[in-house]
């Protein structure tokens, strides 16, 4: 019977004792992303290349023979602003890969006294991660109303989300590029206003 007793007694401290212990840290699992090209990089070679097609694919040019309207005809041309505006959507999650650096070791994207150097860039991104993650997802929501526009095949609709996207990709760039910018003279020295491309200059490296 004392021996049963005992046993028990024993069992129950070695449940006490193994709750009380600390738990054993799960180490952090490495991410499988491995990032190369920077952020200027990927505006340069995958957000600009698609998003000015889709910007300059409804305008209206007016000359001295009249008016013109320009904007997709056909098919295969709504094909092809579809292509971009899925890339779009997706270039937004390869902008929050951590570990992605602002520029090339060496590139200096500052080509206009408003803006940041890529360390101060990359410096403020990194103290205000959500806030850039917020932006880029602002890209993709973006990104994703030009693609329902493109399915409708809605012109005018299309010409309407460009401006939310050129909005998301400005309010990005003016934290965290050139927050100092005393708008509007830098701004649309920079390039930056509605129906331009976002990226005429900061993307350039010099």
């Given at each position: 019977?004392?021996?049963?007793?005992?046993?028990?007694?024993?069992?129950?401290?070695?449940?006490?004792?193994?709750?009380?212990?600390?738990?054993?840290?799960?180490?952090?699992?490495?991410?499988?992303?491995?990032?190369?090209?920077?952020?200027?990089?990927?505006?340069?070679?995958?957000?600009?290349?698609?998003?000015?097609?889709?910007?300059?694919?409804?305008?209206?040019?007016?000359?001295?023979?009249?008016?013109?309207?320009?904007?997709?005809?056909?098919?295969?041309?709504?094909?092809?602003?579809?292509?971009?505006?899925?890339?779009?959507?997706?270039?937004?999650?390869?902008?929050?890969?951590?570990?992605?650096?602002?520029a090339a070791t060496g590139v200096n994207t500052s080509t206009h006294a408003v803006?940041?150097?890529?360390?101060?860039?990359?410096?403020?991104?990194?103290?205000?991660?959500?806030?850039?993650?917020?932006?880029?997802?602002?890209?993709?929501?973006?990104?994703?109303?030009?693609?329902?526009?493109?399915?409708?095949?809605?012109?005018?609709?299309l010409a309407r989300v460009g401006g939310i996207v050129d909005h998301a990709c400005?309010?990005?760039?003016?934290?965290?590029?050139?927050?100092?910018?005393?708008?509007?003279?830098?701004?649309?020295?920079?390039?930056?206003?509605?129906?331009?491309?976002?990226?005429l200059k900061i993307r350039s490296a010099s």
């Amino acid at each position: 019977m004392k021996r049963k007793i005992s046993a028990s007694i024993l069992a129950t401290l070695l449940v006490g004792v193994a709750a009380c212990s600390p738990k054993a840290e799960v180490p952090k699992s490495e991410s499988p992303f491995k990032p190369s090209a920077s952020l200027q990089e990927l505006m340069v070679s995958v957000i600009d290349p698609n998003v000015d097609p889709i910007w300059n694919a409804v305008s209206t040019i007016s000359t001295k023979e009249g008016t013109e309207e320009k904007q997709p005809q056909s098919d295969d041309e709504w094909k092809v602003l579809r292509n971009h505006a899925i890339t779009l959507i997706e270039v937004s999650n390869l902008l929050v890969i951590e570990g992605r650096p602002v520029a090339a070791t060496g590139v200096n994207t500052s080509t206009h006294a408003v803006e940041l150097s890529p360390q101060e860039v990359q410096k403020t991104i990194d103290g205000n991660r959500g806030d850039f993650i917020k932006h880029a997802h602002a890209l993709q929501e973006g990104a994703k109303l030009m693609l329902a526009a493109i399915d409708a095949k809605n012109p005018e609709e299309l010409a309407r989300v460009g401006g939310i996207v050129d909005h998301a990709c400005e309010q990005c760039h003016s934290q965290f590029w050139y927050p100092n910018d005393k708008r509007p003279t830098a701004s649309l020295d920079l390039g930056l206003q509605s129906g331009n491309s976002l990226y005429l200059k900061i993307r350039s490296a010099s």
